[in-house]
């Protein structure tokens, strides 16, 4: 008798936001049961189910009814520029590692939680998530470690699988209009004057697609625990502006830089010789071109 197949069963905590809706749509176009979260499905689809980190009575639907295979967790602390600072980033630690616990516990066999590279402190330059030393300056990063170790911890002590993805500077759409790229392309649109802080910041901005891809290849492979994710190239703050303005044709004299040598200078990039660039993953988009595919898909951040 032929054994009928099937398909791993995944869990997608947060699915509507920006990073949770790129994994979604990647994943939904491969051969597996993708059943995403929100803790608010009003307006969503019908494949949404609700489930709120912080209600332990929603952990009991999410892990007796459905019973995934792994659990891929987007959830953390995202208000804008106050989110570094706040305490509640451990109160999103604590509640994700209890929740793994609980996965773990029950039917899931792999959990997937997403990190910063953040992590490796303010200007660590070439990342290598093996050798690099972690060193977290705010509540923001030090939860994110702090949950990382435990997460580690715990997977090991049940047998399970985990994996902590360090994120560098993913971009694409539905991210936050106040971030930097959704920011200039909005300023630049209104054509409004431009004024950068920090120009000779060198960030390693990553297409949320490729982001996606390479989430995929980690739920199907088998990787280090931790793992960064980016593209290996380092590009200026100031050069990403040029682009923009090239692509949508505004006048450079309306820029402005702050060049002074008081201001500190940011350098946070993959180790192109380490994690997931050694294998099958290549990311589809250069800045350049991923920058385009913004625009040509008429992206207007409100």
């Not at 930097?180 to 297409?207: A, C, E, G, R, Y």
């Not at 923009?244 to 350098?267: C, M």
């Amino acid at each position: 008798m032929d054994t009928i197949y099937q398909p791993l069963k995944i869990v997608l905590i947060g699915g509507n936001g920006f990073i949770g809706n790129a994994i979604y749509e990647e994943l939904k176009s491969f051969d597996f049961e993708i059943i995403p979260t929100s803790r608010n499905i009003n307006n969503l689809g019908s494949d949404f189910i609700k489930f709120d980190l912080f209600n332990e009575n929603t952990w009991k639907v999410l892990l007796h009814e459905i019973q995934p295979d792994i659990v891929i967790c987007t959830a953390w602390e995202t208000e804008h520029s106050t989110y570094w600072q706040k305490n509640s980033n451990f109160d999103y630690a604590k509640a994700i590692i209890k929740f793994a616990t609980a996965c773990f516990s029950a039917t899931v066999n792999h959990f997937i939680c997403l990190g910063s590279c953040s992590e490796y402190g303010f200007s660590p330059g070439k990342c290598n998530s093996i050798t690099t030393p972690l060193n977290p300056q705010n509540p923001y990063s030090e939860s994110k470690v702090f949950a990382s170790a435990e997460l580690h911890a715990i997977s090991n002590k049940y047998g399970k699988k985990a994996n902590w993805i360090r994120l560098f500077q993913p971009y694409g759409l539905k991210e936050n209009p106040l971030r930097l790229i959704p920011s200039l392309i909005m300023n630049m649109s209104q054509d409004k004057v431009i004024n950068i802080n920090t120009p000779n910041d060198m960030l390693d901005f990553t297409h949320i697609s490729d982001v996606a891809a390479a989430i995929r290849l980690i739920v199907m492979g088998n990787y280090n625990f931790s793992v960064n994710i980016g593209t290996g190239i380092a590009t200026s703050i100031s050069n990403l502006t040029y682009m923009l303005s090239d692509i949508l044709n505004f006048s450079t004299k309306k820029i402005s830089f702050n060049n002074s040598t008081s201001q500190l200078s940011r350098s946070v990039y993959v180790d192109a010789q380490s994690d997931i660039l050694l294998g099958i993953w290549r990311p589809k988009y250069d800045l350049y071109s991923g920058l385009l595919t913004l625009i040509t898909r008429g992206y207007q951040p409100k």
